[in-house]
């Protein structure tokens, strides 16, 4: 690891995963028709249709449509309120979309917390836009070991969030594009868990992502004096249409458009459409893992090593802020050098899907405007 990245897991100390719930008891004044989706609000665009697809599943979930076309109905007639997850403490991978009956996880010390919903395994799955029925049968299976193994052990014994930020590092993960050693450790603190709940579990290496991602969320919204540095980023993601930042003590997000992700495409997907830059998992980055941490990740190096930016190395010294360890925007505007976020490329048509896995780089644009918006 490099000097910024000494440490990195220490910064966690104290966030443990503490319990599982549904959204609307994690979230009372979450309203029954509201949608939680990644990134900024939908402003004067239509929704990705990954992010449609997921709204629809989302609602027969729920049980407000008994079909797609009827949830299709109530999404395009403005009777759903689709809302930033984030400006609710959450934080949701790709074009996953959370609703009140979803189950999520409880991530905080305490007193503070943030949420991030449980994930389905293995494609197809909600988070990548895919419409096969499928992806609800499996969520549902998520949901119902949720409510009768997890939560419950949760009670008793929060997972420690920095012993599984610590190993993955150690062993070669960036807990962002690589999460299975951390998704190990997280399995080695889950001991009462049944061989069933266990082997359903061990064959979804990404369970661990939600968690990492709302730990990295409370560390940007609660981990940082706000009082010593005002320019302090509070929530940052991609929907599809547009990426953005939203600063601590503000409710308008800062906002550039969202171009696709660089990175390798699965045979045969070459030639299909990737979404704009999609997902909360951003937070991972902009905390210092991920795209920060591929010094960590030798095997990802060796994959991207034909598209990373020469300067990669140094990235993370130079624009990670040394006491909090979050992107800086005035230290990536004094370096030219934008945050590198580890994200995947979801098709953008209604087919859905993951296309590849990649890494994007938001336009300098976007921390010049987060300075001119702050006063010094």
Excluded at 251 to 259: D, E, G, H, K, M
Aim: proline share 8%.
């Amino acid at each position: 690891m490099n000097g910024t990245q000494t440490g990195t897991s220490t910064r966690f100390d104290g966030i443990f995963l503490r319990g599982a719930a549904l959204l609307k008891d994690a979230i009372p004044g979450v309203g029954d028709r509201t949608l939680l989706h990644a990134g900024p609000p939908f402003v004067g665009c239509p929704i990705p249709v990954p992010v449609r697809t997921a709204a629809i599943h989302a609602l027969l979930f729920e049980g407000l449509a008994k079909t797609s076309g009827e949830a299709a109905d109530l999404i395009d007639s403005g009777r759903i309120d689709l809302q930033p997850a984030q400006d609710w403490g959450v934080v949701t991978p790709l074009a996953q979309v959370v609703s009140p009956s979803m189950p999520v996880f409880i991530i905080g010390n305490g007193k503070r917390q943030t949420f991030a919903p449980l994930i389905e395994g293995a494609p197809p799955a909600l988070r990548f836009g895919s419409p096969e029925p499928e992806c609800l049968d499996k969520l549902r299976l998520h949901a119902d070991f949720a409510y009768r193994e997890l939560a419950p052990q949760l009670r008793e014994v929060p997972v420690v969030i920095a012993t599984l930020i610590e190993r993955a590092l150690a062993e070669g993960n960036d807990c962002h594009t690589l999460t299975d050693r951390a998704n190990l450790a997280l399995m080695d603190q889950l001991q009462g868990l049944s061989c069933d709940y266990r082997s359903l579990l061990d064959q979804s290496p990404g369970f661990v992502l939600p968690i990492l991602m709302g730990a990295c969320a409370w560390l940007l919204r609660f981990g940082q004096d706000a009082s010593k540095n005002r320019r302090v980023i509070a929530a940052a993601g991609g929907n599809g249409n547009d990426f953005g930042i939203r600063l601590i003590g503000q409710s308008q997000w800062i906002t550039i458009p969202a171009l696709a992700p660089t990175g390798h495409r699965f045979a045969p997907q070459e030639h299909r459409l990737a979404l704009g830059a999609i997902g909360d998992s951003a937070v991972i980055d902009f905390c210092g893992l991920g795209g920060q941490a591929l010094l960590s990740a030798p095997a990802l190096v060796a994959d991207w090593k034909d598209l990373l930016p020469d300067d990669w190395r140094v990235r993370p010294d130079s624009i990670l802020d040394p006491d909090s360890g979050v992107v800086c925007p005035s230290r990536v505007m004094r370096q030219q050098m934008p945050p590198i976020v580890n994200l995947a490329l979801v098709a953008a048509d209604h087919k859905g899907g993951i296309l590849g896995k990649g890494f994007y780089q938001p336009d300098l644009s976007l921390f010049s405007e987060t300075q001119a918006r702050v006063s010094p």
